[in-house]
T-cell receptor, first 113, second 114 residues
């Protein structure tokens, strides 16, 4: 079955540091890949997505590139802010959206001023 | 648009009690799903629906029941609550065409079973 593996946290960085959160996946066919973010006490919000190989998703300074050859979708940001503190989930969809998403376990990111 | 709404926000149950978690969306989405979120486990799919009258099981369906009588509503029923069902429950919806793989999530229901 499908699965997503992401680095577990917590990941603690200082403000303005470079961020990488690793994500790799196993899936049949050609899944779409997502990063969702969850701020404390809230639901999940879509951060970015990519639907085919070599696509780059980007939003709010975050980027991730769909790498089929390494089955990866690592999340990066050049300079993090305290407001980026949240839990980040990597996810995939291989059923065209009808049967939900497969999520990784989440990475708790803490940015210190 | 209210998006995806869930009620209640928080609920305490005793073992063996039943209850229904409500979920509604006003985006005219065909696809709806229920997930549970547990520490260190990410989100796991409980049940999903591809349209009114059609539901199917996800990864962890045991102890839960769903129905989809309208496009807008997708309630989740706990038939006989157990402490193992203590979790945060999220409902999500997505379109059946166009941007159909992007799921929109509700704010969640935090459930404690004693």
């Amino acid at each position: 079955g499908d699965s997503v593996t992401q680095m577990e946290g917590p990941v603690t960085l200082s403000e303005e540091a470079f961020l990488t959160i690793n994500c790799t996946y196993t899936a049949t066919g050609y899944p779409s890949l997502f990063w969702y973010v969850q701020y404390p006490g809230e639901g999940l919000q879509l951060l970015l997505k990519a639907t085919k190989a070599d696509d780059k998703g980007s939003n709010k300074g975050f980027e991730a590139t769909y790498r089929k050859e390494t089955t990866s979708f690592h999340l990066e940001k050049g300079s993090v802010q305290v407001s980026d503190s949240a839990v980040y989930f990597c996810a995939l969809s291989s059923g065209g959206g009808a049967d939900g998403l497969t999520f990784g376990k989440g990475t708790h990111l803490i940015i210190q001023p | 648009n209210a998006g995806v709404t869930q009620t209640p926000k928080f609920q305490v149950l005793k073992t063996g009690q039943s209850m229904t978690l409500q979920c509604a969306q006003d985006m005219n989405h065909e696809y709806m799903s229920w997930y549970r979120q547990d520490p260190g486990m990410g989100l796991r799919l409980i049940h999903y629906s591809v349209g009114a009258g059609i539901t199917d099981q996800g990864e962890v369906p045991n102890g839960y029941n769903v129905s989809r009588s309208t496009t807008e509503d997708f309630p989740l029923r706990l038939l006989s609550a157990a402490p193992s069902q203590t979790s945060v429950y999220f409902c999500a919806s997505s379109a059946s065409s166009g941007n159909q793989e992007t799921q929109y999530f509700g704010p969640g229901t935090r459930l404690l079973v004693l």
